[in-house]
C-alpha cells in the first residue's frame, strides 16, 4: 500500500517561501503523477499543481509564477516551492498520487494526511 508523508508546513510572514516535501513510500513513485491540493477553513479542496511521470508541470492560476512543483524520481519525493506567499495561501496543504497500476491497468489515488501553512500579514 503506497503511504504519503507531507513535511514543510508552518507559520511565515507575507511575502516569505516556504518548501513542502512529500516523501512516497514505495517504487510505485515512478508510475505516479503526483500533485498538491490545498483546503482552507470553509471552502472546498482545490489543485494547487501537478507533475505528470514525463516531468510535464501545470498550475492553478492563483499560484502560477509563486509557486513551483518538482519531483526527484531517485528519492520518491515530491516538493511544492512556494514563494510570495499571501494570506489567501493559508490552507492545509495535501499531496495526491495518482498510480497507474500494470495489474490491472487503471489508476489510483493515495492522499496524505496534510499540513499547514498559515501566512500572517
Known amino acids: 500500500q503506497v503511504q504519503l508523508v507531507e513535511s514543510g508546513g508552518g507559520l511565515v510572514q507575507t511575502g516569505g517561501s516556504l518548501t513542502l516535501s512529500c516523501a512516497v513510500s514505495?517504487?510505485?513513485?515512478?508510475?505516479?503523477?503526483m500533485a498538491w491540493y490545498r483546503q482552507a477553513p470553509g471552502k472546498q479542496r482545490e489543485l494547487v499543481a501537478t507533475v505528470t511521470t514525463f516531468g510535464n508541470t501545470n498550475y492553478a492560476g492563483s499560484v502560477r509564477g509563486r509557486f513551483t512543483i518538482s519531483r526527484d524520481n531517485a528519492d520518491n519525493t515530491v516538493y511544492l516551492q512556494m514563494g510570495s506567499l499571501k494570506p489567501e495561501d493559508t490552507a492545509v496543504y495535501y499531496c495526491l498520487a495518482h498510480t497507474y497500476s500494470l495489474k490491472d491497468g487503471r489508476y489510483y489515488d493515495t492522499w496524505g494526511q496534510g499540513t499547514q501553512v498559515t501566512v500572517s500579514s
Open positions: 514505495k517504487s510505485t513513485f515512478t508510475a505516479s503523477d
